[in-house]
């Protein structure tokens, strides 16, 4: 069962190469009410390194190597947590201003980089940002 859990203490751990996610990063994470360190990996290249007061949402699963029984954190994507360190709700608004920012710039840099036409890259990320639902919704 998912639930939130505080970091107060992190250890980096080494980058290893797993055969599905490709290059990885350990962290071996004490994490309040838990009495054992805990293993939560995330793919190279890593966005917010684990912070102590962080919180994270998952569950731990119980693992079992070389005799020795030791906990892995499992981020929970469930109701709109973006499995970032802090627990934020993943904010879709966002993303998509992002992709219709990008877009915007594409066009500008496709156009030449002219002074006048960068002027307009706001102007036209705002046209992009609404197409995103009007295409989405057709």
Same mark, same amino acid.
Not at 81 to 99: L, S, T, V, W
């Given at each position: ?29 004490? =994490? ?23 919180? =994270? ?82």
């Amino acid at each position: 069962m998912s639930s939130t859990y505080k970091i107060k203490e992190v250890k980096r751990g080494n980058t290893w190469t797993s055969t599905q996610g490709g290059e990885m990063q350990s962290y071996a994470l004490i =994490l309040e009410g838990v009495g054992e360190p805990v293993q939560l990996n995330k793919k190279m290249p890593v966005k917010a390194e684990p912070q102590i007061g962080d919180e =994270l949402f998952g569950a731990l699963e119980e693992q079992e190597r070389n005799g020795r029984v030791y906990y892995k954190f499992k981020v929970d994507y469930t109701q709109n947590n973006a499995g970032g360190f802090r627990g934020q709700p993943r904010d879709d608004k966002a993303i998509h201003a992002q992709f219709a920012i990008r877009l915007a710039t594409e066009v500008w840099i496709a156009q030449g980089c002219h002074k006048e036409s960068y002027d307009n890259i706001e102007k036209e990320a705002k046209h992009f940002y609404r197409m995103i639902d009007r295409v989405k919704d057709s």
